[in-house]
């Protein structure tokens, strides 16, 4: 695992990954996350149009990056154990201890919708499977993702609609309220929908966890000329973009439940096709984009971050931008805050290794020794 091929594509997927999370995210932090799933907002055309390319473009696949990139991390910290002859089952169980509160500090705090609590979870499973072949870890993940591809539906179809009084005490929260009930309501929240979030999302992550570490074991993640990355940059990239694109489409201005199942079933083939784009231009940067590069390893702390900045901005308790603004201003304001925690974590690992949220991990993972 040495040298600079290895090295180069985790970073540029967990760059790609951390500003697509982003443009998804702030639609549920700048606006009400309890609206009908079936029936997206879009008041104006262009707030229309800015869902249609996030749902379409970003929704779910950016996740199935993101848990890709995981599953390669964690078969990293399997290897690295390995070869320092470190126990692995104390550092693995201490590691998704680490996740698992930072997850719940995070849904609390700032964002109900967090996923370190469902990698946690579903990070413990990958464990039993560690010692599983590549063509059968390909196997159970090709077969999550399609079973997640047809619960996912069925569970979004089932959320029933939110009481308008529910709807007005959270505008009255997020707008008026301070940090304390913005937490109570955020924690009242998480509690609700993180059971169906371990169900919708959790294995889809668990599918993209075995096709991460079966990139490990099979050498792919080090080789961004194999034939598969092409493969999957020629069959799954245009296909997936455009039924994602469409899906989203039909999701806005047509049959609310027809587009809202195209667009989740579809999303693991378009993030096929972003993986083996993204192992194409997994080239050797130049020097801004190597420091880029080099912030996006701290992807914990970006990830963490941006949560913290954009509810602030947004929530009472901090500019009361909450609902004030158009989709496309949010959207903007989520790819610059993204960019600004980039920069600062370039600067951070500068003097530091490991950004500030990796550095707490890493203590709860190895304990004194560091790792």
Request: hydrophobic share 55%; aromatic share 10%.
């Amino acid at each position: 695992m040495s040298g600079s091929p290895r090295a180069l594509m985790p970073d540029y997927l967990r760059l790609v990954a951390l500003f697509g999370i982003a443009v998804v995210n702030v639609q549920f932090i700048a606006f009400s996350a309890l609206g009908n799933l079936t029936d997206p907002p879009g008041e104006t055309l262009p707030d229309a149009i800015t869902l249609w390319l996030v749902n379409g473009l970003a929704l779910l696949k950016t996740y199935g990056l993101f848990s890709f990139m995981f599953g390669v991390g964690l078969g990293f910290v399997m290897r690295s154990a390995a070869r320092r002859d470190l126990p692995l089952g104390r550092i693995y169980r201490n590691r998704m201890i680490g996740l698992a509160l930072l997850g719940i500090a995070h849904g609390c705090l700032f964002f109900p919708g967090d996923i370190l609590t469902i990698y946690a979870v579903m990070g413990s499973l990958l464990y039993l499977l560690r010692d599983w072949p590549v063509r059968r870890l390909v196997q159970i993940g090709a077969a999550l993702l399609i079973l997640q591809s047809v619960l996912a539906p069925v569970l979004l179809r089932a959320v029933p609609q939110t009481p308008s009084e529910i709807i007005a005490m959270e505008r009255a929260i997020l707008t008026e309220g301070g940090f304390i009930a913005a937490v109570i309501w955020r924690s009242i929240a998480y509690a609700f929908t993180m059971p169906s979030f371990l169900l919708i999302q959790g294995v889809s992550a668990l599918g993209w966890f075995c096709l991460g570490l079966a990139a490990v074991k099979s050498g792919m993640i080090d080789n961004r000329a194999h034939p598969l990355w092409r493969r999957a940059r020629c069959w799954c990239l245009g296909p997936g973009v455009c039924l994602g694109l469409i899906g989203s489409a039909i999701w806005q201005w047509g049959a609310p439940e027809l587009g809202l199942i195209l667009t989740v079933t579809t999303a693991p083939i378009a993030t096929l096709g972003y993986l083996g784009l993204i192992a194409y231009v997994s080239r050797r940067p130049g020097p801004i984009m190597t420091q880029a590069l080099t912030a996006g390893g701290s992807s914990l702390s970006i990830y963490l971050g941006q949560s913290i900045i954009l509810t602030t901005l947004f929530s009472g308790y901090g500019l009361g931008l909450w609902g004030a603004l158009d989709r496309v201003s949010a959207v903007l304001i989520a790819l610059a805050a993204t960019t600004s925690l980039v920069v600062a974590l370039a600067l951070w690992r500068i003097i530091f290794d490991l950004g500030p949220f990796e550095i707490l991990l890493r203590r709860i993972t190895y304990g004194r020794r560091g790792g």
